[in-house]
């Protein structure tokens, strides 16, 4: 049986926050969302410190609300580069919307919708590409 290939996040970053306060708020889980559905696919695994297999860049390319003034829809947008260093790369984009949002709580809804973005965009479009053959 085959080694399976290493993943890392090599870089995150935030692009458009509608409160650049929240910039931290939204990388908070990036890394651990990569790396819980890293985890579970064969022929794949999470290693920090590669720089052999597959090197991420994970972008948050807007948060934004409908109103900042009293919001209450919350939207994610990501995108995923990935470079694997015998390979070609690729991207993969995608995003979450919430309604409903707790003004109050503003940096949890904000870490859990990018969350969500990028567990999203992993499951359904970086995965598959990464294990294309």
């Known amino acids: 049986m085959a080694n399976p290939v290493p993943v890392a996040v090599n870089k995150c970053e935030v692009k458009e926050i509608f409160d650049k306060n929240l910039k931290t708020a939204a990388l908070k889980l990036v890394k651990a969302t990569i790396k ?40 994610a947008k990501v995108l995923i ?10 991207t993969a984009t ?20 990018v969350q969500d973005a ?3 965009t992993m499951t359904k479009r970086a995965i598959p590409q990464m294990l294309k053959p």
Request: net charge negative; no cysteine.
């Open 94 to 113: 995608g995003s979450s919307k919430a309604s409903g949002i707790n003004a109050k709580k503003m940096e949890d809804e904000v870490a859990f919708i």
């Open 81 to 90: 580069g990935a470079v694997h260093t015998a390979f070609k790369g690729f």
């Open 118 to 120: 990028v567990k999203d």
């Open 36 to 75: 819980t559905a890293i985890d579970g696919v064969k022929g794949l695994e999470y290693d920090e410190k590669n720089k052999q297999g597959w090197l991420l860049t994970v972008t948050v390319t807007s948060v934004n609300v409908d109103d900042e003034n009293k919001p209450t829809t919350l939207e």
